[in-house]
């Protein structure tokens, strides 16, 4: 019966090996992890606010272009005096005339009523010398537009990394509660054998009690890692925007074996797509427009003027057209000053853009790097387990032929243990590698 136990000794490390458990009691989802990204783009709320600040900064564009149309301005008023207004005019203003022999004229007194009067007047003004400035602000705000979008990008970026390594995580979770699960079940098989052999004495009790030990903290073991599977799911559910006690199960998934002119290729199109380097980008280039729009305050407001008046105390309205131009000049150097400021404003953004693209190479070649250190390191760790396993295997004959103690074949199995914790560890190492490198290549 022991060595039948012994035959279950837990040797999980392949990803191909992950078997999750299935609710029998429902019918559970199994989420693959391009499930799990799609749904994360489409639900995720934070980048839904993302999409909506896209939106929000297309509608302010919009409305700066309706600058380039004629500003139409509609008055009317009714007027009404409360009291008749007398004036008393001489009579040589009034017919031009001296009416007097003696050099003294005399006076009228002229009365209006007191009366209603409605004024109306429409007025149509066409801006020409600012088309230029308003054409400058637009570019500006179609920059912020692009910014917006860059940025949402960068956020999606972030959002499906995180999901990856949440998914990578919780492949190694499972991964590492089978192994436990396989250990508790050898436990549990082992002090039920050295609980009949101390019955027939031939084991000393502090050996049965050892083993109770090591079964009750692998027990703990179990339940914290359940614990941890659980708020995992829980994180996934909420990264896809559904209840957070959905249930699902997850796929393994194969390691990708990645030749350095992949990385060649995929390093010169990062630098060229980058979030990063196009927001440094495009904040130059806003940065010139901004400039510019200052620069062309010092050109004179010139605008087209259509006016039509209207009163119900004339016969008929009056139309007139005007050419209009306005100069705020001087104010003092205040425009200059502003103008100097966008211009150093200009020349940080063009650092920028140096910085972002050196910040990003960095990036991309440490996490190339990491990635290729982490499956040496994978490698490395299931050849240790390997021999683990080997080494194990031998030590059961010989106890079988009680050539060993019981204490020595514990001791190899606690090897085999350690060796697959290791396993797991470097496992989950080099799938959170890969998809740091997915994110430093601007990849989804």
């Keep these: 019966m ?17 078997r999750p458990v299935t609710n029998i009691a429902a019918k559970v989802q ?23 600040e896209v939106q929000k900064t297309e509608d302010t564009l919009k409305a700066a272009k309706t600058q380039y149309y004629p500003e139409i301005q509609l ?7 409360l009291t008749d207004m007398k004036f008393k005019v001489s009579d040589d203003s009034l017919y031009g005339i001296q009416t007097s022999s003696y050099g003294q004229s005399g006076t009228t007194t002229l009365t209006i009523p007191a009366e209603t009067d409605a004024y109306a007047g429409v007025s149509i003004t066409q801006p020409l010398s600012q088309i230029y400035r308003i054409a400058m602000e637009v570019e500006v705000e179609r920059k912020t537009h692009e910014i917006a979008s860059e940025k949402e990008r960068h956020a999606r970026h972030e959002l499906v990394n995180g999901v990856k390594k949440l998914y990578y995580e919780l492949i190694q979770s499972e991964s590492s509660l ?37 079964l009750a903290k692998y027990e703990y073991d179990e339940m914290s890692m359940k614990n941890a599977v659980r708020t995992m799911k829980e994180q996934m559910n909420e990264l896809l925007a559904r ?10 998934v194969p390691e990708v074996v990645l030749k350095e002119e992949d990385f060649a290729d995929a390093r010169v199109r990062a ?17 010139e427009f901004s400039k510019n729009a200052k620069a062309s305050e010092f050109i004179p407001d010139l605008s087209l003027g259509f006016n039509y008046h209207t009163m119900s105390s004339l016969p008929v309205g009056f139309t007139y057209v005007s050419l209009t131009l306005t100069w705020k000049q001087p104010d003092w150097g205040k425009t200059w000053h502003e103008l100097a ?48 396993q080997e080494k194990l295997s031998a030590s059961m004959n010989l106890y079988k032929a009680n050539s060993i103690l019981l204490k020595d074949l514990l001791k190899d199995q606690a090897a085999l243990a350690e060796a697959n914790r290791h396993c ?18 601007g990849e989804e």
């Design 2 to 18: 022991l060595v039948a136990c012994f035959a279950g000794v837990p040797a999980y490390c392949e990803t191909g090996d992950l």
């Design 30 to 52: 199994t989420l693959t992890l391009d499930q799990a990204v799609a749904m994360a783009k489409t639900g995720n709320r934070t980048l839904r606010n993302a999409v909506l």
């Design 75 to 81: 008055s009317a008023s009714v007027t009404r005096t």
């Design 178 to 214: 089978l192994a436990v699960n396989e250990a508790i079940a050898f436990y549990r098989e082992l002090s039920r054998v050295l609980d009949d052999q101390l019955k027939q004495q031939t084991v000393l009790r502090h050996e049965a009690l050892d083993i109770k030990a090591q």
């Design 243 to 252: 209840d957070i006690e959905t249930p699902f199960d997850i796929m393994p």
């Design 271 to 287: 630098l060229k797509g980058r979030p990063d380097i196009k927001v440094s980008e495009l904040t130059a280039m806003q940065a």
């Design 341 to 388: 400021a966008r211009k150093r404003a200009l020349q940080q953004a063009e650092n920028e853009i140096e910085a972002a693209r050196a910040k990003a190479s960095v990036d991309i070649n440490k996490t190339i790097r990491k990635l290729t250190e982490t499956k040496k390191l994978l490698d490395a760790r299931r050849l240790g387990r390997e021999a683990a």
């Design 424 to 441: 797991h560890e470097a496992q989950g190492t080099y799938f959170s590698a890969r998809a740091d490198l997915d994110k430093a290549l």
